[in-house]
């Protein structure tokens, strides 16, 4: 990319140059290399030498632009996001702990130990804008080409989850006093004189809102959403009124996004739960302890046999499990450049027996009366495998930050979900690389044993 980028997601506003490298070939004289002193075995020694990091600067090195400041090393920020990932760690986190660990600094391209921070936590963000969800696609990518022939399977196994938003729990009452504040903040940053603010009352509204479920206190729990509802529409009409023409159309969307949180009902569709986050679904999954879900819907795609994530998708939209498919195998034939023959599914798929040349299998109540025993017990089987997706999702909300997801829009849950993928398959590729190290080593203690026994 020449010249000045686009005021986009993908690219930044302020112009920035390609990272200048330092010249890693001659030792220092006085601090030694993080090569010489570290432990070679330990995961992360392990995953940096794994790792295509060339790659990662022919991909990312067009999005910079030939005027600005230098920017940061490539690698270190790629290895940012890895380790926030793989450490469950927020931006601040992970650059505390860089300054720590020398692991972490090895990992991320340093040759000996630094003492200050990698960069703000801010650039970690601005870098997630820059690489966009396509960037992060990249980056997945080469965690499945790690495992080589493992995640070229014609089988797979597919589900959703949903990537649930960092909001808080969306009620009525909570919208129309955050729709109150909202007003008051936008009065005053154009410096409009408000008739009446309410900075005591919407407190004490909103406590007596919150009581709802108690039986004495129901009634003045409706008549205080009431108030709060009417309040925030006051306050919105009369910020509208009073701000001049130039100033309408900056603010035009947030405007009309008050008019749709205020004006909706409860069986409407497509409705508002979060004012900063006005593209969050509710989703219901049929749990028992969490009977409705607030975030984005996420198809994720699983090799069979060895359990390599090859698809990771978000939609913004609430789909029926079924109509993912579509995209989420298009995605896996663009990352690993094969197209599954077979999907196995659960029930929630039903109704799509084939989605382009792939053969979707879900199970059945009887089965086939042409199937033979053996074939039974094939699709059996195959079903029992199904379930092994169930424990890779409860890891990827657990342990690598799809549980609560805190980047921003519909990008953010993109970005969030393709790293958390990426995380996993990491993690996958150095355990199975450590039981063949480790069933190795036995194989030859067991041998030498052998050969030290007496005739």
Same mark, same amino acid.
């Not at 432990?39 to 090195?61: I, M, N, S, Y």
């Not at 927020?90 to 020398?102: G, I, K």
């Not at 004189?193 to 009634?219: E, G, W």
């Not at 996420?298 to 069979?304: E, G, P, Q, R």
């Given at each position: ?231 925030? $529409? &006051? ?5 509208? *009124?009073?701000?001049? =023409?130039? #100033?309408?159309? %900056?603010?035009?969307? /947030?405007? +009309? ?93 039903? $109704? &799509? ?5 792939? *053969?979707?299998?879900? =199970?059945? #109540?009887?089965? %086939?009366?042409?199937? /033979?025993? +053996? ?81």
């Amino acid at each position: 990319m020449t010249g000045k980028p686009a005021r986009t997601p993908g690219n930044p506003v302020k112009p920035v140059m390609p990272p200048t490298l330092p010249d890693n070939t001659q030792s220092q004289f006085l601090l030694q290399d993080l090569s010489t002193q570290l432990d070679a075995t330990q995961e992360l020694c392990r995953l940096k030498a794994g790792l295509p990091w060339t790659e990662f600067a022919v991909a990312f090195g067009p999005l910079y632009s030939p005027e600005g400041r230098p920017a940061k090393p490539i690698q270190r920020m790629v290895g940012l996001l890895l380790l926030k990932q793989l450490r469950d760690l927020s931006d601040e986190a992970v650059c505390a702990q860089w300054a720590e660990n020398p692991y972490f600094q090895y990992f991320c391209g340093e040759r000996v130990f630094q003492w200050g921070p990698p960069c703000e936590p801010s650039d970690l963000v601005h870098f997630r804008h820059r690489l966009g969800p396509a960037g992060m696609e990249k980056i997945f990518a080469v965690s499945i080409a790690l495992h080589g022939a493992k995640a070229r399977e014609s089988a797979v196994v597919a589900d959703t989850t949903v990537q649930e938003k960092a909001i808080q729990h969306p009620t009525d009452a909570r919208l129309y006093r955050k729709v109150a504040q909202a007003a008051v903040r936008l009065a005053a940053a154009e410096n409009l004189p408000l008739r009446r603010s309410y900075r005591r009352t919407l407190p004490r509204l909103a406590f007596t809102a919150a009581q709802r479920r108690t039986p004495t206190q129901k009634k003045a729990a409706r008549r205080a959403t009431r108030q709060l509802k009417t309040i925030a $529409g &006051r306050l919105r009409r009369e910020v509208a *009124r009073k701000l001049s =023409p130039a #100033a309408q159309a %900056p603010h035009a969307a /947030t405007l +009309a996004l008050w008019q749709r949180a205020l004006a909706q009902k409860k069986t409407d569709q497509n409705k508002i739960y979060s004012l900063h986050e006005p593209q969050v679904c509710c989703i219901g999954k049929g749990k028992a302890h969490k009977k409705w879900e607030f975030g984005a819907k996420a198809s994720v795609l699983m090799t069979k046999t060895g359990g390599v994530l090859v698809g990771a998708h978000s939609f913004p939209e609430n789909r029926y499990d079924g109509d993912t498919l579509p995209e989420a195998l298009a995605q896996t034939e663009r990352l690993t450049g094969a197209r599954p023959a077979v999907v196995i599914a659960d029930r929630g798929y039903r $109704g &799509r027996e084939l989605v382009g040349a792939t *053969r979707v299998v879900i =199970p059945q #109540a009887g089965g %086939p009366d042409e199937e /033979t025993p +053996a074939q039974r017990r094939h699709r059996r089987a195959c079903f029992r495998r199904r379930a092994a997706i169930e424990p890779r999702l409860g890891h990827l909300k657990s342990d690598y930050r799809l549980g609560r997801n805190f980047l921003r829009g519909s990008a953010g849950d993109a970005i969030n979900l393709l790293l958390a993928a990426t995380a996993a398959n990491l993690r996958l590729w150095l355990r199975t690389a450590l039981f063949w190290r480790r069933a190795l080593l036995a194989w030859l203690r067991s041998l030498l044993a052998m050969v030290r026994q007496p005739c």
